[in-house]
């Protein structure tokens, strides 16, 4: 049976969701053995990508977790030397996340990692079809309310 415009568009959005959970779950594989969940490396790489300072309320919607579990998170980062919370003057409610040096080479690890899985998947990917399907992925993200299209520095 041929496919139809319809059967494609359903496919779409299972295939999209499918590929996000494994292409995760392959980072978080690699990174497990040096003791990084994707919770751990998914707020270190956001906090590494982000171009100033984020709340936790932006780094929660960054990662798409609640704030109480982006928290705990938080506190065992922060325990371990890797992140530092700082109040914003003016609003003590309001706190920022910030790197320490101590998370330099954890970085780089998810870094090496990060690169590694993406050259492994786009291997043998016609640069034209990657382009054509950016393209389709921008328009959604447009069309379902996002700000800007995600730049390469956010994913993963």
């Known amino acids: 049976m041929p496919t139809t415009r319809s059967s494609s568009r359903e496919r779409f959005g ?6 996000a959970r494994l292409w995760r ?12 969940t994707e919770s751990r490396w998914r707020i270190l790489w956001q906090l590494s990508r982000a171009r100033e300072p984020l709340t936790q309320k932006a780094l929660a919607a ?36 910030e790197l320490t040096v101590r998370a330099t080479p954890i970085l780089e690890r998810i870094q090496t990692v990060v690169t590694g899985v993406r050259a ?9 079809a990657l382009d054509t399907c950016l393209d389709v992925l ?13 730049s390469a520095e956010r994913g993963a």
């Open 14 to 19: 299972a295939q999209l969701g499918q590929v």
């Open 25 to 36: 779950a392959e980072i978080d594989r690699r990174l497990a053995p040096y003791g990084l």
């Open 62 to 97: 960054a990662v798409n977790v609640q704030g109480p579990t982006l928290v705990r998170s938080l506190d065992t980062l922060e325990s371990e030397g890797l992140i530092e919370r700082r109040t914003v003057p003016g609003d003590r409610r309001i706190k920022v996340v």
């Open 120 to 128: 492994e998947l786009f291997d043998d990917i016609d640069p034209a």
């Open 138 to 150: 921008e328009r959604l993200a447009v069309r379902l309310g996002a700000d800007e299209p995600a």
